[in-house]
């Protein structure tokens, strides 16, 4: 009986190599197809495409275990898999121009309040999507955004037409500095023509 237990545990029914070889295909091939498949998938999910990757990690599940249900080959498995993500995050740190070619670049949404309509459509974004991530950002209207972007990792960075608060405020406090230093400075050449 103990025999038994320890078998449907730990045994192993696939070979060691194909236990380790199996998340490594599956992560890679996902990797390419996310990919290919567009920022769009990282951006923003909708109801659809929370369902497709719900289902895409049910999906492959079987393709990175195999027929087995032991601890040790879920094990494996995992370790497989946070072994090439490793793997993948270190070279692509130590290679910039290998990062831009899988991650690809930034496409510019908005220029001067302005949509592109054709890299909206490139990205498979409506027009609707768009304003709800200028709103997130804290803007009411598009003619406010000077420059919107959709980066490579789904998120979106903008520029504003006018200066933030925290920048208006900073420019202020620079603006005082400055008279301050000038104050200072006349104070100190006065001090040293009446000593």
């Not at 990919?35 to 109801?47: D, I, S, V």
């Not at 080959?73 to 898999?81: D, E, K, R």
């Not at 121009?97 to 498979?124: C, F, P």
Request: hydrophobic fraction near 45%.
């Amino acid at each position: 009986m103990l025999q038994t237990l320890y078998d449907h545990l730990f045994r192993l029914p696939l070979p060691f190599i194909e236990k380790l070889l199996r998340p490594v295909i599956v992560y890679l091939v996902l990797v390419l197809l996310l990919r290919l498949f567009g920022k769009r998938e990282l951006a923003q999910l909708n109801p659809f495409d929370l369902v497709v990757l719900l289902s895409l990690s049910n999906t492959v599940q079987n393709a990175i275990i195999g027929d087995d249900n032991s601890i040790t080959g879920g094990i494996i498995g995992a370790f497989g898999l946070l072994a090439i993500n490793w793997l993948v995050v270190r070279t692509l740190y130590k290679s910039p121009r290998l990062t831009r070619m899988l991650e690809g670049s930034s496409t510019v949404l908005i220029r001067d309040g302005k949509v592109d309509v054709r890299a909206l459509q490139r990205e498979s974004l409506t027009h609707e999507e768009l304003v709800e991530a200028i709103h997130k950002q804290g803007f009411e209207h598009l003619h406010q955004v000077a420059r919107c972007e959709l980066e490579p990792n789904g998120t979106f960075y903008m520029e504003s037409v006018e200066p933030s608060k925290a920048e208006k405020n900073h420019e202020a406090l620079m603006t005082r500095i400055d008279q301050l230093m000038q104050e200072i400075s006349g104070l100190r050449q006065q001090m040293t023509r009446n000593s």
